[in-house]
Each structure stands twice: as C-alpha cells, then as structure tokens.
C-alpha cells in the first residue's frame, strides 16, 4: 500500500483563503475604510465655513483589542506634513475597536482631530502590548468630501438708544432707535439710526470756563468753553 503526503506548500483556491479586515470603522457606515465628511460654506453677508469631522474606530480582525494595548494609526499620505506626519495614539484593549478619535481634513498634525487629505489616504498602524510592538501593517482608506453651500445674512436686531450718553435714557430727549446687522461671529456689518422724531435733536455746549470731553455714540470729544456740537 502507498501513502502520499501532502506538500506543506499545497496552494488552496482563493475563495478559501482569509483576509484580515483592518482599518477604519465610522459612525454611520457599513463599509470598512470608506466614509464622508460634510463641510459647509456660505455665502451671503456671513461668508465662511464650517469644517466638519467624523468619529471612528481602529479595527483589526488579526489582532483583537485586549488588557494593556493601544495602537498607534500614522497617515503618511503623500502632501501631508511628515515632521510628524499626522497621528492618533488610542486605547485598544475591550470590544472590537479602539477608543473613538474625530478624523478632519487638514495637511498637518493637530491635538485636537487625526487629519486626513480628500481622496485615498496611507496609514501605518502599530499595536502594542505593555509597549511592546506585538503587530503592525499598513492600510488604506478612502474620505469622501460633501460639501453643502447655503446663503447666511446677517441677524436684524432693533433696540432704543441715545446720542448723548452722559444722559440716562429715561430723560433723555433725542432717543432713537439702532438697527444692527451682525454675523454669527459677532463681526457688527453696519448700524444704522432712526429719530424717533426727526424734530427732535441733542445740541451740547459748553458753558463752563474749562474745556469738557464727552462721549458720544461711543466716541470721545471734546468742547472749549462757548462752543456746541
């Protein structure tokens, strides 16, 4: 009788070999490593932008989060800073994730978001165990942009005022009313004044032998003694 023993080196068909999934889970995606991130832009009398981000998770099915580990993600895609290039150092030690890190787009390493480029992105990843490296690869992941553009115009707020402000407002006699047109960021575009009742006006002279300074309408001036203004 005959035996033969298989070859060590006997090649499987593909659909039997195994991947490792590793790489980037978002809030809100189905797919590994695939995701967008919605930035917003006005126009208007606010022009601006709004940056936005996206929450997610380092994953690996090779080598799963336990006691003591964390794992370090580099994005050394090329046009990014590389003095450090940009990176997130997490926790990977319960579940099957790391602790959540906020991804934006951005060209250099910042404290507060792991920045990545629009388009395909380049990572490093290193796992560790009591600070030794137990694992590490490389991956990549491809971050869409939406970008939304809405109009934004200033906000209209009215409230009563007085030219003369050394006067208190319940005597005084000029009162007008101020239109203010400001921004989101408190960025004042224009003001604009209405008389009450345009027969009515504030003159102040100086009567008193020494010259006076006033505000007025929140600007300093100044009187020498007979003169109004």
């Known amino acids: 009788m005959t035996f033969f023993l298989a070859s060590s080196t006997a090649q499987f068909p593909?659909?039997?070999?195994?991947?490792?999934?590793?790489?980037?889970?978002?809030?809100?995606?189905?797919?590994?490593n695939k995701a967008s991130i919605q930035e917003i832009e006005y126009d208007g009398e606010c022009p601006g932008k709004d940056s936005g981000s996206i929450k997610a998770?380092?994953?690996?099915s090779k080598t799963h989060p336990a006691s003591k580990r964390r794992v370090v993600v580099k994005n050394v895609t090329r046009g990014l800073e590389s003095d450090p290039y940009p990176y997130t150092d997490r926790e990977y030690q319960k579940g099957?994730?790391?602790?959540?890190?906020?991804?934006?787009?951005?060209?250099?390493?910042?404290?507060?978001?792991?920045?990545?480029?629009?388009?395909?992105n380049e990572f490093q990843y290193e796992i560790k165990e009591n600070k030794k490296v137990i694992d590490s690869g490389s991956f990549t992941a491809i971050i869409d942009k939406k970008l939304d553009v809405r109009r934004r115009d200033a906000t209209v707020t009215k409230n009563s005022t007085y030219f003369n402000s050394a006067?208190?407002?319940?005597?005084?006699?000029?009162?007008?009313?101020?239109?203010?047109?400001?921004?989101?960021?408190?960025?004042?575009?224009?003001?604009i004044f209405e008389p009450i009742n345009p027969e009515i006006s504030t003159i102040i002279s100086n009567q008193m032998s020494g010259k006076i300074v006033y505000l007025l309408n929140g600007n300093k001036h100044t009187l020498r003694?007979?003169?109004?203004?």
């Open 14 to 32: 593909p659909e039997l070999k195994s991947s490792a999934d590793i790489g980037w889970e978002f809030v809100g995606s189905r797919e590994l």
């Open 57 to 60: 998770w380092f994953t690996s």
């Open 96 to 120: 099957k994730s790391s602790e959540g890190t906020q991804i934006a787009f951005g060209t250099k390493h910042r404290g507060s978001n792991f920045v990545v480029m629009e388009g395909e």
């Open 167 to 191: 006067v208190d407002l319940n005597v005084c006699a000029d009162i007008r009313t101020k239109t203010a047109y400001t921004c989101p960021n408190n960025e004042i575009l224009r003001s």
């Open 225 to 229: 003694p007979g003169e109004a203004g």
